[in-house]
């Protein structure tokens, strides 16, 4: 389960925000706390808090010291030593109650040795940090300690180890334990610097490796040397205790792959040697993975164990097998269920995910469902009977066995019935409000699981009860379910009937005259009127990404470039004021910014353009091309260089500069070189990645070479752009209705960022140029998966409004909606996730935990989606214009390629 939006969930009942802000400064150190019922500490606080900052992150620092703050982050570097671009790195770790202390220890120790150092600014920021949905990157991490070399390293650890040994704090994961701790050691980077993710094509911080190529900045599961770099002697004894450590001499259990990792232990498959029985190893570290009530995961360890034992000989909970201790991890073996997460089998079964509107489908699945739900709805009646409250349903805790009987699972939230205890732990759209005590969290989430498996929108609720009802009516209109059924589920989620300042919008239907300028007034108002341009990190709320990297709030897809760009190309006019913020911000963008079109400067770059503000424009693209390691990034349109590419070409055209288009070709040459063959993948700094699609993958370099073949005609660049939509396609499943996804492994999606609707823009303009018959069917199969009717999201990458944006391409400005009913069905179904805030029309981000206004994930796109289908002009996203009648001109050189 991505749990990375939930630590974005505290700062703001309705945005997503960084956790700890001060001033109006964020930045790239996300912490993350436990969700919901995390917020602020625990009434009281926790021992040893008297509330506020630590005295340190106010004092000040020599007169020679640069002193700065970064998000929850207080960052100290001494002038004339100040740390290397990457190199060894020190993690101290602390408990709240035990932080002062060893911040004052870490300070009188690195001041006067002139030794680089940051630490989190107070106990709250610690807490998010060490939460259970806290970010495993970062977890246990209450400061770090940056040496010059390494010899200042080991002068580092050896000092600090006489005055912090023996001090308990939280396993820092991916490092090396120094001595007994609680110091740990990496090698990482200090510098900000990016390269594309071998895995996901997506920039990410990165170091250089041996050959001064960047790659991966990466926190493996256990400590990892670098291949090019050599393991200090005086580390080496530490690294074969942490080896020996990780299995221990004699273990009864042999442990096999990791099925979850978190940062308070990890989930693992494996085998009882003495056996052969299958079980499952549950492991928790001490003072991590912190829960609202204060409660470490061995704590919630030994929960679960007493739970498991007082509810031993049900059928419906896993059976307890060992309890071990092997040093400071605690672990618990439990029989393995062969059985699937409940949330698989629904994305499987779920026959919305479709784009068939199957009656017989609907009618199979309803009873199934609704049978289903009764088997989940008994097997708590029996936990409860035992006076056991489960504290944390939800689907990714139910097994389905293939009998379909139903085992639950994950006791780490439960407790006494008798004690009418609060939820501590819940999934999002399962998180019982505050008034639902004992038994009452378990009915809560049980009301909500009725409701999700016919509508599996129910995080919305969370922001206004009054959703389930609009829910429920949408599920019975689709689903031939048993009112009674989802009545009874309605009651319980809203008791009262109270809603909160957001409230369920009606359902959107095809505008009339003047419908559309009265939504697209709505949403346009929704963006300025939540407009914070006193604030330096972002201007418009939208995605997290706007605060996971230095400039995250103002590129196209999470900042207010894209935002901006919506406004301007769907007739919504221009806010003088906030685009000065962006000319602002984008001139003085600080060090580290990316560079790429969706993620960075160079899309800030083309929207001021488009905006009027062509001399800042050049300026920031001066900016840009100033840059020496753009070979570095990957290939995809989003944050590499197909985006960069395109760009480029782009001011060559309004310039005449040629300059600009000298550059472009430097870059198509290079995304050439790196393409590879259609059979294979693109190659990065760090090899192949296995992700199709339009931002991360290679539509991306195809749609740059359609472009320069419709510059330069050249009918190379069109064999390149083949090539390149082959190997897209090649990472595609047509799933059962005939409709093409690409597929993930574990999913498969036909979305606009990473799915096959993408795909399908960039093949439509292929094909206005030369007619290939697989590229012809493949684009239908596209437009097939694009009807389906149901989207979790919203938004324009990964939701309906992305499916309407390539749909409503095919037809004349203004048009869609009228001609096509897969597009009017996608707009009233812009309905389902559609609230009302502060009177305007306002959409969710993704996970459906807080609104969001950017493009990728909220207002912004669901904007520019509607303007495609009704505004009177051209709208589309940039370099992706309604192509012209596909034609055969320009033969294939390559007939028969497949």
Not at 263 to 285: H, I, M, P
Request: net charge negative; with cysteine; proline share 8%.
């Amino acid at each position: 389960m991505d749990t990375r939006h939930e630590g974005y969930c505290l700062t703001d009942p309705f945005f997503y925000d960084t956790p700890h802000r001060a001033d109006g400064t964020a930045g790239p150190f996300p912490g993350g706390g436990p969700f919901p019922g995390g917020g602020p500490l625990p009434d009281g606080g926790l021992p040893g808090d008297t509330g506020g900052d630590f005295a340190q992150a106010r004092w000040p620092v020599p007169d020679t010291w640069t002193r700065y703050e970064r998000g929850p982050w207080v960052v100290c570097l001494p002038g004339g030593a100040e740390p290397p671009a990457q190199g060894w790195q020190i993690h101290v770790s602390a408990c709240p109650d035990n932080a002062r202390d060893v911040l004052d220890a870490l300070w009188d120790h690195c001041v006067p040795r002139r030794i680089a150092f940051a630490f989190l600014r107070g106990t709250e920021a610690l807490f998010d940090a060490n939460g259970k949905y806290a970010p495993r990157e970062t977890s246990g991490t209450f400061a770090t300690v940056h040496p010059v070399d390494e010899a200042a390293l080991e002068r580092a650890l050896t000092g600090l180890d006489r005055v912090l040994r023996g001090r308990p704090g939280p396993y820092v994961p991916g490092t090396l334990r120094w001595a007994s701790g609680p110091l740990y050691v990496r090698y990482g980077g200090f510098a900000r610097r990016y390269c594309a993710s071998p895995a996901t094509g997506e920039t990410v911080p990165a170091i250089e490796d041996g050959a001064g190529r960047l790659v991966p900045d990466t926190r493996a599961e256990h400590f990892e040397v670098p291949g090019w770099v050599t393991l200090p002697a005086f580390l080496a004894p530490h690294a074969a205790a942490e080896r020996a450590g990780r299995v221990p001499a004699g273990l009864p259990y042999r442990t096999g792959r990791a099925l979850h990792l978190s940062n308070g232990g990890g989930l693992y498959a494996g085998q009882d040697v003495r056996t052969g029985e299958r079980v499952v190893l549950k492991e928790a570290w001490p003072y991590a993975g912190l829960t609202a009530d204060g409660a470490d995961a061995v704590t919630r360890l030994h929960r679960e164990r007493a739970t498991l034992e007082r509810l031993a000989g049900l059928d419906c909970v896993p059976a307890l097998r060992d309890h071990l201790v092997l040093a400071d991890r605690h672990v618990l073996v439990e029989e393995f269920v062969d059985g699937q997460p409940l949330a698989d089998v629904l994305r499987e079964r779920y026959p919305l995910a479709e784009s068939d509107g199957d009656d017989t489908a609907a009618v199979a699945y309803t009873s199934w469902a609704v049978d289903l739900a009764g088997r989940v709805e008994r097997a708590v009646a029996a936990v409860h009977a035992r006076g056991v409250v489960l504290g944390d349903v939800h689907p990714s805790n139910i097994l389905v066995r293939p009998d379909g009987r139903v085992v639950l699972i994950d006791f780490e939230g439960a407790a006494d019935a008798a004690e009418e205890r609060p939820q501590l732990l819940a999934a999002p759209g399962f998180a019982a409000p505050e008034d639902r005590t004992g038994p009452g969290v378990d009915h809560y989430a049980l009301a909500c699981l009725r409701l999700h498996m016919f509508m599996p929108l129910t995080p919305l609720i969370g922001l206004d009860t009054a959703k389930a009802g609009h829910l429920a009516a949408e599920a019975r209109r689709v689903f031939p379910v048993p009112a009674a059924f989802l009545e009874r589920a309605v009651r319980v989620i809203t008791g009262d009937g109270g809603g909160t300042a957001v409230t369920a919008s009606g359902p959107l239907t095809r505008p009339g005259p003047g419908g559309w300028p009265r939504i697209r007034e709505s949403l346009a108002a929704a963006v300025t009127d939540a407009a914070t341009p006193e604030r330096d990190d972002r201007l418009f709320p939208g995605d997290i990404e706007q605060f996971r990297a230095p400039g995250g709030g103002l590129g196209i897809a999470y900042g207010a470039a894209g935002v901006l760009y919506a406004l301007d190309v769907t007739g919504a006019g221009h806010r003088p004021e906030h685009e000065e913020w962006l000319v602002r911000h984008a001139l003085g963008a600080e060090p580290g910014t990316r560079p790429g079109f969706y993620d960075g400067l160079h899309g800030v770059a083309y929207v001021l353009d488009r905006l009027g503000h062509r001399d800042e424009a050049l300026r920031v693209l001066a900016r840009c091309t100033g840059e020496d390691r753009w070979r570095d990034l990957g290939l995809g349109l989003h944050g590499g260089l197909a985006g960069i590419g395109l760009n480029l070409r782009h001011f060559a055209a309004v310039t005449g500069d040629a300059a600009f288009h000298d550059a472009a070709m430097g870059v198509a040459r290079e995304v050439a070189a790196r393409l590879g063959p259609a059979g294979g993948v693109p190659a990065t700094s760090g090899g192949g990645h296995p992700y199709a699609g339009l931002m991360h993958g290679s539509s991306g370099p195809a749609l740059l070479f359609v472009h320069l073949y419709e510059h330069t005609g050249d009918p190379a660049f069109l064999d390149l752009a083949a090539t390149a939509l082959d190997q897209d396609l090649r990472r595609c499943v047509v799933r059962r209705n005939g409709g093409l996804h690409v597929n993930e492994g574990w999913r498969t999606v036909p979305y606009l960022a990473e799915g096959s609707a993408g795909i399908g823009l960039v093949l439509d303009d292929y094909l206005a140029h030369r007619a290939e018959d697989r590229f012809v069917t493949a684009a239908a199969e596209i437009r097939r998966a694009a009807s389906a009717q149901f989207s979790a999201e919203s938004g324009l990458f990964r939701g309906t409004a992305g499916m309407i944006l390539h749909l409503g391409r095919a037809h004349p400005p203004g048009t869609a909606a009228e001609r096509d009913p897969e597009v009017a069905g996608h707009v009233r179904h812009l309905s389902r996730q559609a609230l009302t805030h502060r009177g305007h029309l306002v959409f969710p981000g993704e996970r459906l935990l807080r609104l969001s206004l950017d493009l990728a994930t909220g207002n912004a796109g669901v904007l520019l989606a509607l303007g495609a289908a009704f505004h009177d002009a051209p709208v589309h996203l940039p370099f992706l214009a309604r192509p012209a009648a596909p034609s055969a001109v320009t033969p294939s050189r390559t007939p028969g390629r497949s």
